[in-house]
């Protein structure tokens, strides 16, 4: 059974950084994607930055710039490292992993707030 397990949420002043891990119980190049996502309170969870089936990185337009997404393969753990974050940014992240087949597998979220 996949599990995903994400850590490095917390409190964080505006301008501050914060890296999110997501350790994977499997190998993660067994997934054809894998990313983070996010959910602020009162709206849909939305993509964040994801490497897609090519590889490639791909983030949505708010982290263009201030997130990088990265990955150690020998770890199998996924990161996402955010800069210069605002309060816009507090939200409750979650890592995702798609096999490519059967259901894709979520983390449990890890709380991100963006405050002074």
């Known amino acids: 059974q996949v599990q995903l397990v994400e850590s490095g949420g917390g409190l964080v002043q505006p301008g501050g950084s914060r890296r999110l891990s997501c350790a994977s119980s499997?190998?993660?190049?067994?997934?054809?994607?894998m990313g983070w996502y996010r959910q602020i309170p009162g709206k849909l969870r939305e993509m964040v930055a994801m490497f897609t089936s090519g590889g490639w990185p791909r983030y949505e337009g708010f982290a263009n710039g201030r997130f990088t997404i990265s990955k150690d393969n020998t770890n199998n753990t996924l990161y996402l490292q955010m800069n210069n974050l605002s309060p816009a940014d507090t939200a409750v992240y979650y890592c995702?992993?798609?096999?490519?087949?059967?259901?894709?597998?979520w983390g449990q979220g890890t709380q991100v707030t963006v405050a002074s």
């Open positions: 499997v190998n993660i190049d067994s997934f054809i994607s």
């Open positions: 995702h992993a798609d096999p490519g087949w059967g259901p894709v597998h």
